[in-house]
């Protein structure tokens, strides 16, 4: 097995290759784990856009959907109709815009089809992808979890190795940020550094005066930030243009035609990236 001396004092296995395992997601320099504590804020959306913007910026990156009971990223890709191909060597992931994703909504045979799976089923799914999956040529993984602190995100986090960062996203509302401050404290408590806040619909820009309205109150984001002492990396608009190409399977478009939204998201990776440098 790669990497693995038949000496390894670390581990404390001398001479026993077998036990020496060497996870596929070692070689992964960068891993960020996209977080919230509430349901319906756009997390899912916010781990694809990253993805996308990882991927113009040159980055070679995989987009793995943890969110097994809801995975969005096949219609935020226009994937739905698209399944994973497997060798004995392991599954491929599906490409596109630069991105390569993987989803159980890749892999079952009827997208409508409800996944009823109890914790150590959808832990036992999430390490045979960790394990089985083609993730070679990755420089980084973008983790989209479902909300909540639950087995999936703790299995993560004790499961795959190397450096990790969490990116938290919100909505402006108290009972959206209620529920982030608990992913916060989950964050520092299985030692994950937070690289920022994303308060997601944000505000609405009038397409005629381009002024900015505030639909959920204003300032959330930027009170969970200062209350966490981490760094508010964007406040992204709800875009009705941006939303109908996401529900096209067009992301990537839907960001061109969304510039105050990638401008947003430019900043938030520039962030991102310099902190994981």
Known sequence: MSGC???????????????CHVSPLAGI???I???????????STVAAALSVMLAKAGKKVALLDVDFHGPSQPTLFGLKDVRMEGSDSGLFPVEKYGVRVVSIGLLMDNADSAVIWRGPAKIGVLNQL??????????YLVMDFPPGTGDEVLSACQTVPGEKMAVIVTTPQEVALADCRKCVDFCRQVNVPVAGIVENMSYFVCPDCSKKHELFLSGGGAKLAEAANVDLIARLPLDPVFLKMCDEGKIAE?????????GELKMALVDIVSKED
């Not at 977080?35 to 997390?43: D, E, F, I």
């Not at 839907?254 to 990638?262: H, R």
């Open 5 to 19: 001396t038949g000496n390894c004092e670390s581990c404390g296995h001398k001479g026993h290759e077998e036990q």
């Open 254 to 262: 839907g960001i061109e035609q969304s510039p105050v939204l990638k």
């Open 130 to 139: 960790f394990e089985e999956v083609d993730w070679s040529d990755t420089e």
């Open 29 to 31: 320099k960068h891993k």
């Open 33 to 43: 784990f996209v977080l919230s504590g509430k349901g319906g804020v756009g997390k």
